[in-house]
């Protein structure tokens, strides 16, 4: 895995750790085009873990093609976080784990409407690990830190 950017290895690990904002997923939908779009995600084994419904077009058009790229960043200034292309692979034997994972990271009450229905989908998840090829990161800390004075 290549890595640019200002942060070393462990610094972008400890940010994607950390990171609680949805993914930035880009794939190739079954046209061809480009498409964004947001999902849940937990970083564990130098890949990222994201879950979604078997039925949901994300996880045809990552069977049909699954090369893609990923930004993790705050909307809030000062603005950091990484971005990167890689690969991804499904695991339909993981889904309801990783859904089971991703509740607590986003702050996901079990007996929530939305933990009910989370819970209720788990047979239908499937995991989706993306494996970088490449990463890099930014931070603009330093350059914003006075943006307010």
């Known amino acids: 895995m290549k890595l640019n950017g200002p942060w070393n290895l462990g610094d972008v690990e400890n940010f994607l750790a950390k990171a609680i904002v949805p993914a930035r997923i880009a794939v190739v939908t079954g046209n061809g085009a480009p498409l964004v779009l947001s999902l849940w995600f937990l970083y564990h084994e130098r890949a990222l873990w994201c879950a979604s419904n078997k039925r949901a077009r994300v996880i045809d058009w990552l069977t049909r093609n699954p090369d893609c790229g990923f930004e993790i960043a ?3 200034p000062p603005y950091k976080g990484v971005r990167g292309q ?3 692979t499904l695991h339909p034997e993981e889904g309801a784990r990783i ?12 007996n929530s409407r939305l933990g009910t229905m989370l819970q209720k989908s788990m ?3 499937i995991a989706i690990r993306i494996t970088p090829r490449w ?3 930014w931070d603009f800390s330093d350059r914003m830190a006075d943006k307010h004075e």
Do not use: K, N
Request: aromatic fraction near 4%.
């Open 123 to 125: 047979p239908d998840e």
């Open 86 to 88: 890689g690969v991804a």
């Open 99 to 110: 859904l089971t994972d991703l509740m607590p990271r986003y702050q996901i009450r079990e």
């Open 135 to 137: 990463l890099t990161s």
């Open 74 to 76: 705050p909307d809030a």
